[in-house]
């Protein structure tokens, strides 16, 4: 083979090589640290370990997610923990609206969304109020008439301070004039357990939490806050059906660390896309009721500052933050 030939075949391969970088940027080395800001149990850990096994069954990555929860401090050691991580090209985080919450609450984290990588919405998750079946209370208009007789000894279990859970509550507190007691758990599944067990009144659980208990006929629905009724509970109404323009959703998304290179956020872009479009997935969002398509980069990032303005200022009307 002359010179010629031989410098050819050289920068053939190595026109090969870089392709393949281009294309392959980023992989993980290592396991991945995936963050869960909630407490086990709840909407997000069961969404967290049911992608984690997706991406397990049908080898997606290379390396293993880790699933780890956080809930301190209605998030914050989850937001910490990522702020602060010391590889933040394999640290993510599964997020839901104390993203937002949180640091408007506590300025003093100094956590600015907006540094974090958008990486992916996986879902916008629904809210459904739930009663126990020996309340004797079937419809929504029978739950306001009992809660508003009880006064504060009508206790609300939900998910965290000043979160999604008490956001609803601190609403029908004010739309019906109640007066509500509410009490925060570190996560949903332990407030569903306590619904069911009657140690509470109501909760707003979202049907992933509640489905169970709702299956065996412990806790009955009676209302949901979405703009249109859920499929798999055609005859519960909206709140809005009742008069009340009301509808609130939470986000599902995975986040990655302040930080994170490009090619890294891309990768775990990529791999979430391939989740959110698996059969599992799906399935999981139609059963659970969820809605909402999957966002990321800079739609995601848009979405995220909407969200953020909208809740500061549920947050002021409430009295949470000046």
């Given at each position: 083979?002359?010179?010629?030939?031989?410098?050819?075949?050289?920068?053939?391969?190595?026109?090969?090589?870089?392709?393949?970088?281009?294309?392959?940027?980023?992989?993980?080395?290592?396991?991945?640290?995936?963050?869960?800001?909630?407490?086990?149990?709840?909407?997000?850990?069961?969404?967290?370990?049911?992608?984690?096994?997706?991406?397990?069954?049908?080898?997606?990555?290379?390396?293993?997610?880790?699933?780890?929860?956080?809930?301190?401090?209605?998030?914050?050691?989850?937001?910490?923990?990522?702020?602060?991580?010391?590889?933040?090209?394999?640290?993510?985080?599964?997020?839901?609206?104390?993203?937002?919450?949180?640091?408007?609450?506590?300025?003093?984290?100094?956590?600015?969304?907006?540094?974090?990588?958008?990486?992916?919405?996986?879902?916008e998750?629904?809210?459904?109020?739930?009663?126990?079946?020996?309340?004797?209370?079937?419809?929504?208009?029978?739950?306001?008439?009992?809660?508003?007789?009880?006064?504060?000894?009508?206790?609300?279990?939900?998910?965290?301070?000043a979160?999604?859970?008490?956001?609803?509550?601190?609403?029908?507190?004010?739309?019906?004039?109640?007066?509500?007691?509410?009490?925060?758990?570190?996560?949903?599944?332990?407030?569903?357990?306590?619904?069911?067990?009657?140690?509470?009144?109501?909760?707003?659980?979202?049907?992933?939490?509640?489905?169970?208990?709702?299956?065996?006929?412990?806790?009955?629905?009676?209302?949901?806050?979405?703009?249109?009724?859920?499929?798999?509970?055609?005859?519960?109404?909206?709140?809005?059906?009742?008069?009340?323009?009301?509808?609130?959703?939470?986000?599902?998304?995975?986040?990655?660390?302040?930080?994170?290179?490009?090619?890294?956020?891309?990768?775990?872009?990529a791999?979430?896309?391939?989740?959110?479009?698996?059969?599992?997935?799906?399935?999981?969002?139609?059963?659970?009721?969820?809605?909402?398509?999957?966002?990321?980069?800079?739609?995601?990032?848009?979405?995220?500052?909407v969200?953020?303005?909208r809740?500061?200022?549920?947050?002021k009307?409430?009295?949470?933050?000046?």
């Open positions: 083979m002359n010179l010629v030939s031989k410098i050819s075949l050289g920068a053939i391969a190595l026109g090969f090589a870089v392709s393949a970088s281009a294309v392959q940027a980023f992989e993980p080395v290592k396991p991945i640290d995936f963050v869960i800001m909630a407490g086990k149990g709840g909407g997000a850990d069961r969404m967290a370990r049911l992608m984690q096994s997706i991406v397990e069954k049908n080898g997606m990555a290379v390396r293993p997610l880790v699933p780890t929860n956080k809930s301190g401090g209605s998030g914050a050691e989850a937001l910490i923990a990522l702020k602060s991580a010391t590889d933040k090209d394999h640290t993510i985080m599964v997020t839901l609206n104390s993203f937002f919450t949180t640091p408007l609450r506590q300025p003093g984290l100094e956590v600015d969304i907006l540094t974090y990588a958008p990486i992916g919405r996986m879902a998750d629904t809210f459904v109020l739930w009663v126990h079946k020996n309340e004797g209370i079937n419809t929504f208009e029978e739950f306001v008439a009992e809660a508003k007789a009880r006064g504060s000894d009508w206790v609300m279990g939900g998910t965290g301070s979160q999604e859970d008490e956001i609803i509550t601190n609403f029908l507190n004010g739309a019906y004039d109640l007066e509500m007691k509410y009490i925060p758990y570190s996560g949903g599944g332990a407030v569903a357990r306590d619904l069911a067990g009657e140690q509470i009144d109501s909760s707003v659980n979202n049907p992933s939490e509640a489905l169970g208990f709702y299956e065996s006929g412990d806790v009955i629905p009676l209302v949901a806050f979405t703009d249109e009724r859920l499929p798999f509970f055609p005859d519960v109404p909206t709140l809005r059906e009742t008069g009340v323009p009301f509808a609130y959703y939470m986000q599902r998304s995975v986040v990655g660390a302040p930080g994170m290179s490009d090619d890294a956020a891309a990768y775990y872009t791999l979430f896309s391939d989740v959110f479009e698996s059969e599992e997935w799906q399935t999981y969002r139609t059963d659970k009721s969820m809605l909402g398509d999957f966002l990321s980069g800079s739609d995601l990032m848009t979405y995220w500052e969200q953020r303005e809740h500061e200022t549920i947050l009307s409430s009295g949470d933050i000046n």
